[in-house]
């Protein structure tokens, strides 16, 4: 059973335009939640987080919002570059859970220019 | 400053074989993991290690081995591959429990078990 889902395995934007990467989880006891972004050939890397105590973080282009009721987490990102085109993970932790992430299945983003 | 580095980047192996795939970081991170990553799926735990001497199973731990002998190192050893063990493998460290839970990422290891 999939703790972490993201339900789109792809996205397209326009340059400019606004991405909404959504992802769902299932258990109210994570408390910690990240998106990473991860290249073709390369490992993830870290983009942006929030814990359980916000409902958004903003970093530059992108902002994470929670929304604990409905255990739902999104990252918008604005404006869309074509070099943010990649596919986005969301994880989740949980407290006591030696750092130890799950992942959602990704979702591939494409800008088109 | 190098991060997290893996070696071999690619590898294929027969049925049977086995292999261990490395896995090093400079940062003086107490912890390190190992995922697989299959298609359409996300980054699965297979072992991680809170800090050396100290091992622990992730959710697909079975096929795998590992140990944690210095602070720098953490080898993931396949004792005997098989196909459904073709992936690709990422290692992962972070620092300690009073830190954010973000960890570094290696480049992977292309695994082919044919």
């Known amino acids: 059973d999939q703790q972490v889902k993201q339900n789109s395995p792809s996205l397209s934007v326009q340059e400019g335009r606004i991405s909404i990467l959504n992802c769902d989880y299932t258990n109210s006891m994570f408390d910690y939640f990240l998106w990473y972004k991860k290249y073709p050939a390369e490992g993830p890397t870290f983009l942006i987080s929030?814990?359980?105590?916000?409902d958004k973080n903003e970093d530059g282009r992108f902002t994470v919002f929670l929304n604990k009721s409905a255990k739902h987490l999104s990252l918008h990102i604005v404006p869309s570059q074509p070099g943010d085109s990649a596919v986005y993970f969301c994880a989740v932790t949980l407290s006591g859970s030696a750092r130890q992430l799950t992942f959602g299945s990704g979702t591939q983003l494409t800008v088109l220019p | 400053n190098a991060g997290v580095t893996q070696t071999p980047k690619f590898q294929v192996l027969k049925t049977g074989q086995s292999m261990t795939l490395q896995c090093a970081q400079d940062m003086n991170h107490e912890y390190m993991s190992w995922y697989r990553q299959d298609p359409g799926m996300g980054l699965r735990l297979i072992h991680y290690?809170?800090?050396?001497?100290?091992?622990d199973q992730g959710e697909v731990p079975n096929g795998y081995n590992v140990s944690r002998s210095t602070t720098e190192d953490f080898p993931l050893r396949l004792l005997s591959a098989a196909p459904s063990q073709t992936s690709v493998y990422f290692c992962?460290?972070?620092?300690?429990?009073?830190?954010?839970?973000?960890?570094?990422f290696g480049p992977g290891t292309r695994l082919t078990v044919l």
């Open positions: 992962a460290s972070s620092t300690g429990p009073n830190s954010l839970p973000s960890q570094y």
């Open positions: 290690s809170v800090g050396a001497g100290i091992t």
């Open positions: 929030i814990s359980s105590i916000k």
